[in-house]
């Protein structure tokens, strides 16, 4: 039967910026689907609401989510309130599952809670720990190159924006860290695979 797998842009991006990763992730043998949504814009809880509509919609054995950065914390959001979907894992792309510091020190700025939008609470604060039934794993990013070199508040190893302690969280059941920058992740070949070891074992592949 089919396995679903929904991606998720991040903050400021479109759903176009995905393609890359849904075209390998096609090869690997999942029907893919792009969600677009307003991340500036529209109230999360909105954009909540339209994803388990659309995953509802789907057939399938299994409904899967991959979300980079601000789309894997939508994600973990959405399986919250997910009620009978089919079993499916997530795979977050550079999230920032304890809440981000770039975020708060944007949101600091002049102007910059316009920049950050709506989205400026579930970025700001992330969660506590993960205690859902999906299996969760982490993907972060090692090559410093970003927003957070200009801001100067963030904590090393990082992939330029997001630290990788921001991307654990208690909970996951699997973590692992790529030589990939914040935005480069969703472009990332070990990225790809790694998100394809997930999918299918709820592990990441280790070096042999």
């Known amino acids: 039967m089919t396995e679903h797998v929904i991606l998720l842009h991040g903050l400021w991006m479109r759903s176009f910026t995905m393609t890359m990763l849904r075209r390998r992730l096609e090869r690997a043998g999942y029907t893919v689907h792009l969600f677009d949504y307003a991340s500036v814009m529209h109230d999360p809880d909105l954009s909540v609401a339209q994803l388990l509509k659309r995953a509802h919609a789907l057939r399938g054995e299994a409904i899967h989510f991959v979300g980079h950065s601000l789309g894997g914390l939508m994600a973990l959001r959405a399986l919250k309130q997910a009620g009978d979907l089919p079993a499916g894992r997530l795979v977050c792309l550079g999230s920032p599952l304890c809440g981000s510091e770039v975020a708060r020190s944007v949101a600091r700025l002049p102007g910059g809670s316009l920049l950050v939008g709506k989205s400026a609470a579930i970025l700001r604060d992330g969660l506590r720990r993960w205690d859902g039934p999906h299996a969760v794993g982490s993907i972060a990013g090692r090559l410093p190159v970003g927003l957070g070199f200009v801001i100067g508040s963030l904590a090393s190893p990082n992939d330029g924006t997001v630290s ?18 914040h935005m480069g992740l969703v472009f990332s070949d070990e990225a790809a695979n790694q998100t394809v070891a997930f999918l299918r074992t709820e592990r990441f592949a280790r070096p042999a």
Do not use: I, K, M, Y
Request: aromatic share 0%; with cysteine; proline share 11%.
């Open 164 to 181: 990788v302690a921001e991307t654990r969280l208690p909970g996951l059941t699997d973590h692992c860290v790529v030589p990939a920058t």
